[in-house]
């Protein structure tokens, strides 16, 4: 098989869709590998070192495209629609259910569209959204510590307090992957931590591995409005895969919040689930916070869709980490096969032959919901 790999588009988007490894695995099972030129130069792996592994180096992104299957990190912008072609093998983050345009194209040139978010064990953990997830977290309280410094419009608050000084008080909103991430993180610097979930048997595994170090709250509205009310700092966090997120923060809430307070939506690649963030939409690295007005001053906002971005080596090593032996093996046995043998692999399928084939994107999007049981017989 004939695999592409272009150069990410988005903007301040460095990481790449595989590494020099990922090229050797693929060229050691018989594969081709086309590279566009300088796409790993973000994530400091060198056009040299994907030749050493076997990829061939191109220099336009449509040699890419011309592969038999597209591998990237990124959902494709407009300026890609046209290199789509029928029965490409688009395997990349997605997230449709926000994306009505990129929808129709994947439709209208019958893409086989494999979302890393919506790729699903049974247990419901999901291997490649989870190292990302997992960064993203981390990240999230990283930069809401510098939001809340004065020279960023924040109120001026370090995360730990000092000795006789009470520390910051972070809020998440959602126990998965990325809201763990993001309560430890902020537990190590000091803060205070409430982290609030709808799930009570992760609650109690939570209160159970960190006790009164992280504060568990059910979900519900008056939970939500009680915490947000009293944050420092809100890390919106909320997951249902593949499906647009509910805006679990409204502005109501938000407007009872303190001045110079921040908030973080890392769910706004899915919509976003704080209000004011979901209604501004998504922010870049460039100039990634904005001021929202509430009752008592002024809030400061963070909702960059590609955060790892920025942390662009990390990110492409720890996801391709994951996504490299579903590669080989849609490379190896073609996307039908592969996906037969393997149930997680199948439940990515988004889109496939002017069709869709998952269920929250259908019901977002307003499409016939396909059965992929029946693409599979």
């Not at 990481?15 to 590279?35: D, Q, W």
């Not at 490379?331 to 869709?356: E, F, H, P, S």
């Amino acid at each position: 098989m004939l695999v592409g790999v272009p150069k990410e588009i988005k903007a301040q988007e460095n990481r790449v869709g595989i590494t020099p490894a990922g090229v050797y695995a693929l060229v050691g099972a018989g594969h081709k590998v086309v590279v566009e030129k300088g796409a790993g130069l973000g994530s400091m792996i060198t056009d040299e070192e994907f030749v050493a592994a076997g990829a061939k180096m191109v220099g336009t992104a449509k040699e890419c495209w011309d592969a038999e299957m597209v591998v990237k990190v990124k959902e494709p912008l407009p300026p890609e629609y046209d290199l789509f072609h029928e029965g490409l093998i688009l395997f990349t983050y997605l997230h449709l259910a926000p994306e009505p345009a990129l929808t129709k194209a994947l439709i209208d040139k019958k893409v086989v569209g494999i979302a890393y978010e919506t790729v699903q064990f049974d247990n419901g953990g999901l291997p490649l959204l989870a190292p990302m997830s997992e960064i993203a977290g981390r990240m999230s309280v990283q930069v809401g510590a510098q939001m809340l410094t004065k020279i960023e419009g924040g109120m001026g608050v370090l995360m730990g307090g000092t000795a006789g000084v009470q520390a910051a008080h972070v809020v998440v909103i959602g126990a998965g992957t990325v809201g763990l991430s993001a309560a430890k993180v902020a537990m190590g610097m000091g803060a205070r931590v409430t982290i609030i979930d709808n799930n009570l048997f992760r609650l109690r595994q939570i209160d159970d591995i960190y006790g009164g170090r992280i504060q568990t709250l059910a979900s519900n509205a008056f939970n939500i409005a009680a915490a947000v009310k009293d944050a420092d700092l809100v890390v919106g966090s909320v997951l249902i895969p593949g499906a647009l997120t509910p805006k679990l923060v409204t502005e109501d809430m938000v407007q009872e919040m303190k001045a110079g307070a921040a908030i973080v939506d890392v769910a706004i690649d899915q919509g976003g689930c704080i209000e004011p963030t979901a209604k501004h939409g998504a922010t870049y690295h460039d100039k990634p916070t904005f001021r929202h007005k509430i009752k008592k001053g002024e809030l400061v906002c963070y909702s960059v869709g590609n955060m790892p971005g920025a942390v662009a080596r990390t990110a492409t090593f720890t996801l391709t980490n994951a996504t490299m032996p579903y590669m080989v093996a849609l490379a190896d046995k073609g996307w039908t096969q592969a996906c037969r043998d393997d149930k997680a692999l199948a439940r990515g399928i988004n889109t496939c032959d002017g069709k869709v084939y998952f269920k929250a994107v259908a019901e977002a999007l307003n499409y016939k919901l396909e059965n992929v049981a029946d693409l599979l017989k």
